[in-house]
């Protein structure tokens, strides 16, 4: 029981290391920093597709 235990204690921890990272942002230097905020405007051209928000003609959707 005490082995079940401790496996399942360090599965745990190496499944949940990754993620607890995942989401610091690191710096040219390789110092943690405050994540850039994501931009989530897109943009569409004139026949409705996704386009980048600096080609001609495109319009915020």
């Not at 990754?18 to 405050?34: E, L």
């Amino acid at each position: 029981m005490r082995r079940l235990l401790l496996a399942v204690t360090a599965f745990s921890f190496l499944v949940g290391a990754p993620a607890a990272f995942a989401s610091q942002c690191r710096d040219a230097q390789g110092k943690f920093m405050k994540c850039p905020a994501k931009s989530t405007v897109h943009c569409r051209d004139n026949a409705g597709k996704f386009v980048k928000c600096s080609a001609p003609g495109a319009k915020p959707a």
